[in-house]
């Protein structure tokens, strides 16, 4: 029983959740700054929870779709069910009951907490979850046509931080939510991208459409590159237009978006999503940090 639990915890690719954690923890840090509110430790503990299960869900969906379309082969970065560490159809059960759990948990969040915005926070899980589902759900999933780095831009900072934000806050200064995620929503289509562009060679046999296979990997190398150096320059730019100096804090982790971004250019990509992950944790660590000493995060 502990082994199939951890086998299935391993499944869902947990060296990910950062990128939908940090999203979460933005949406709550910027509900805090309303001075109308008192943050709710257990509210947001709950929000997390609910992010982060969705999240795995969505993982473990991806991995029962890819086995299935036979994307996973041997050797490939997951082999759970490629290798039968799991069954197919357990991985599919816990996705599922992951999405009945954040939905159930949502409703209880709803009504427990009584948020001002009940429909726009719905809304925003079901499109969470949705994307979630139809990332690689189906010969015409998003990651078959094109669109899936557009979902996770869309996802993985903007639809989380909102969600987050909306739970917590009486306010409704979306905009603001959505330029302070666009940082952490590059970085985390950085982590896809670079999956892509070391898979493209076995995605191009299955017939999927990503970004890396319509550009190639020697145009795939240089949005890369451009994908961990434009949240830099964002960081530099927030902080002089909301007078918040803190926001360049960041910049401490420049050098190691420098050493992934030539083991890109050298081939090296064996870890560099895992690698991309790390660097987008401890970005966004700091930013968050930076957007939270500030009294105002107000542009």
Not at 19 to 33: Q, R, Y
Not at 130 to 140: I, Q
Not at 217 to 227: E, G, H, K, T
Not at 233 to 253: G, K, R, Y
Request: proline share 5%; aromatic share 12%; net charge positive.
């Amino acid at each position: 029983m502990i082994s199939s639990i951890s086998k299935i915890i391993v499944a869902s690719r947990p060296w990910s959740f950062s990128a939908s954690l940090i999203p979460c923890i933005l949406g709550a840090v910027l509900a805090d700054k309303d001075p109308n509110n008192s943050f709710s430790f257990t509210l947001f503990t709950c929000i997390a929870m609910i992010v982060l299960i969705a999240h795995a869900g969505s993982n473990l969906l991806n991995t029962f779709n890819d086995f299935i379309f036979g994307v996973d082969q041997p050797g490939a970065d997951d082999v759970t069910l490629v290798n039968r560490l799991l069954e197919p159809e357990v991985v599919l059960r816990c996705a599922l009951a992951s999405f009945i759990v954040v939905i159930l948990s949502h409703f209880c969040i709803l009504f427990h907490f009584q948020p001002t915005r009940p429909r726009y926070c719905t809304i925003l899980i079901l499109v969470y979850i949705f994307v979630g589902v139809g990332y690689s759900s189906g010969r015409y999933c998003f990651k078959y046509i094109g669109l899936g780095d557009v979902a996770i831009l869309i996802i993985f900072g903007p639809i989380i931080s909102l969600y987050s934000y909306a739970l917590q806050s009486d306010s409704v200064s979306s905009r603001t939510v959505i330029l302070y995620a666009i940082p952490l929503s590059l970085l985390n289509e950085a982590i896809l991208h670079s999956n892509n562009s070391r898979d493209l060679e076995m995605d191009r046999r299955q017939g999927l459409v990503t970004m890396a296979i319509v550009v190639g990997i020697r145009i795939s190398r240089v949005i890369y590159a451009l994908l961990l150096a434009a949240p830099y320059i964002l960081v530099i730019t927030f902080a002089i237009t909301s007078h918040n100096p803190w926001l360049i804090t960041p910049l401490i982790t420049l050098p190691l978006s420098l050493v992934l971004v030539k083991q890109m250019h050298l081939g090296l990509t064996r870890k560099l999503p895992q690698q991309t992950a790390g660097l987008g944790l401890l970005f966004g660590i700091l930013y968050v940090f930076a957007v939270w000493i500030r009294k105002h995060a107000y542009f």
